[in-house]
């Protein structure tokens, strides 16, 4: 296992290389070319000049969160091998660079939802929260003008200004597309990069939807274990894996996340583990990494990725603004840095305890 943390770029992000490189134990980030559009070609001196940058500091990447699976491709427009090409460009120069991991999505139009990017909670921290009512009362075009007003300056993942004035079109996109269409061309989609992937050693690692059901009507494929391990049988190739998100996955309660991560052994290629706080089963906000915080029991978790042979990068997901920090909705760096320091003291104690269970079972 190497601990990480997501990093946006010097443009973009408020939290810098020199603090990462300071957090004990963290090694390593997650990174992606911040500006660019879903759909571009990211040049090999580009991602270069990205992975210098990251070295400079003493730190390397550990992996790509996100290139961006364009509208195109999701829906299986006619122009969607275009962008396919495009995509398949993109991982050759990540591969000549010497980069093995892309983390991406498949979510229609929001790539994930929240209805609040600061709730307050008991303690004054603010966090990302999410209830259903309030979805259920919203106008889809007017998401994001509900939400930033709290993104305090930042442009957010998913939520970018210049996409999201299309937001209408890009529901007509899916107007014909149910779920079995969605998986039709997500597989259509990996089975054209593989050999790519294969070719450069390239794990790809889908992210999970957020939240774990359909939003708006919007058909959602990536949300429980019957479903993830659909797609791993239907492209059975070790490059295509998963970003197991405990916030994302865990969203649906019915989820059992450790029985999930037993099932995946080894096709999780990265780990995302944060706690949520459900106040009801579709009313939940963001919580401390702390397992008593929320409700994963994040020991348990962590145990089974480590029971599993999992050793890919993992990163402590979403933290809380906590002590008058502002950056963007939970990618901040005090929350975040609390978080890799706990779990790393977890695999810690989860090595441990094996290590003793070895010397027992040899006397």
């Known amino acids: 296992m190497e601990m990480t943390l997501r990093w946006y770029g010097s443009k973009f992000d408020t939290v810098t290389l020199k603090q990462i490189r300071q957090i004990p134990g963290v090694t390593g980030v997650i990174t992606t070319l911040y500006g660019k559009a879903a759909g571009e070609v990211w040049s090999r001196e580009e991602i270069h000049a990205l992975k210098e940058e990251t070295q400079a500091a003493g730190l390397h990447i550990s992996g790509i969160e996100s290139v961006n699976v364009h509208e195109a491709i999701k829906t299986g427009s006619p122009d969607c091998n275009e962008y396919i090409a495009n995509y398949i460009e993109t991982l050759e120069n990540l591969g000549k660079e010497d980069i093995h991991l892309v983390c991406y999505n498949f979510m229609p139009v929001f790539d994930w939802t929240r209805t609040e990017l600061a709730r307050v909670r008991p303690d004054g921290s603010t966090v990302l929260a999410y209830t259903q009512k309030a979805v259920d ?12 007003n ?79 391990l659909r797609l791993m049988h239907a492209v059975d190739s070790p490059h295509n894996g998963v970003a197991f998100c405990t916030g994302s996955f865990g969203t649906n309660l019915g989820n059992d996340l450790t029985d999930m991560i037993h099932a995946l052994k080894g096709r999780i290629h990265f780990a995302h583990i944060r706690n949520l706080k459900f106040l009801s089963p579709d009313n939940f906000e963001e919580a401390a990494h702390l397992s008593s915080d929320g409700n994963f029991d994040m020991y348990e978790i962590l145990k089974a990725l480590f029971e599993t042979g999992f050793d890919g990068p993992i990163r402590p997901d979403h933290g809380r603004m906590i002590w008058d920090e502002k950056a963007m909705p939970g990618y901040g760096l005090y929350d975040r840095a609390l978080g890799a320091a706990y779990l790393n003291g977890l ?10 269970g070895e010397r027992h079972e040899v006397k």
Request: with cysteine.
């Open 150 to 228: 709290d993104m305090n300056g930042s442009i957010m993942p998913g939520w970018e200004p210049e996409r999201l004035a299309h937001v209408k079109e890009l529901f007509g996109l899916y107007k014909k597309i149910d779920e079995d269409k969605l998986f039709e061309n997500l597989t259509h989609f990996l089975k054209q990069i593989m050999p790519v992937c294969e070719k450069y050693q390239i794990n790809m690692a889908i992210h999970p939807d957020d939240p774990a059901w359909s939003v708006f009507g919007l058909p959602r494929i990536i949300n429980n274990k019957k479903n993830i």
């Open 347 to 356: 695999w810690e104690a989860i090595q441990k305890n094996a290590k003793k």
């Open 137 to 148: 009362d919203l106008n889809p075009e007017k998401m994001f003008e509900s939400i930033s």
